[in-house]
């Protein structure tokens, strides 16, 4: 972990983005993230990367931390909730480190919660803001995902798989002891849901990917969607047993 430290950071926000062999971008990124939220504490998560993203990310001001093997999204997300309870922040935002997020719009995401609206905020793409395109495969599995995770948490939810998202400090207590690690974008809302906390969503500017290779791209992104409606269809079930 570099030594800048944390307790200098004026608006109690933490800034986490995890990032896996995105040295092409995650400078970048942090920069950005940088310029649009001044007072936030950047935190960049080293998913076990084997080319120069957590010299990159050093360079452009972040503190890193560097996890000695890949863990995954879920487990490196969670490393920086760890942080942010460890260092008391009241609010974390999740950016990716490949470019997709725009961090001008991060204080859309921020604001339900800073106003007492909402526990976790989720930047959706398909709210009318902005010309985001999925492939045609992906768009059909995030809509029946969408009607799964509607359906646990009682609520409309449009954009399951995004991982631009904030929460506020309930929402940091709880992903720092439990987040799911297999499909941990959509597994997080029904946990959180579930949880009593308030979900709502916001609609938000993407762009795509400026460098590296989706982890559920081509063939794996079938795979992906079947797995995690198969367990959201079981959790259902099980839910509904247990009642």
């Given at each position: ?18 990032a ?26 080293d ?29 490196a ?10 260092y ?29 609206s ?32 509607s ?19 309930k ?11 297999d ?23 993407m ?10 791209a ?26």
């Amino acid at each position: 972990m570099s030594s800048k430290s944390p307790c200098a950071a004026g608006g109690k926000i933490c800034v986490i983005i995890p990032a896996f062999n995105e040295e092409a971008a995650v400078g970048a990124v942090v920069r950005l993230v940088s310029d649009e939220m001044p007072t936030a504490h950047i935190v960049v998560v080293d998913d076990g990367s084997h080319d120069r993203t957590a010299q990159e990310s050093e360079k452009a001001g972040a503190t890193v931390l560097q996890l000695p093997v890949n863990l995954g999204i879920g487990g490196a997300v969670q490393a920086g909730f760890r942080f942010a309870l460890r260092y008391d922040f009241d609010y974390a935002v999740q950016i990716d480190g490949d470019g997709q997020h725009d961090p001008a719009e991060a204080q859309r995401i921020l604001e339900p919660i800073q106003q007492g609206s909402a526990d976790i905020v989720v930047g959706s793409r398909w709210l009318g803001r902005g010309g985001y395109i999925a492939p045609k495969g992906r768009r059909v599995g995030m809509r029946i995902l969408a009607r799964l995770v509607s359906r646990s948490a009682g609520m409309v939810v449009t954009d399951t798989t995004s991982g631009f998202r904030a929460v506020g400090r309930k929402g940091i207590e709880l992903f720092a002891e439990e987040y799911p690690t297999d499909f941990p974008e959509v597994e997080t809302l029904v946990l959180a849901t579930q949880r009593g906390l308030r979900l709502q969503e916001v609609g938000v500017r993407m762009n795509q990917r400026t460098s590296g290779t989706s982890s559920i791209a081509g063939a794996k992104s079938f795979y992906y969607m079947v797995r995690v409606i198969t367990v959201l269809m079981v959790d259902s079930i099980g839910r509904k047993d247990r009642a």
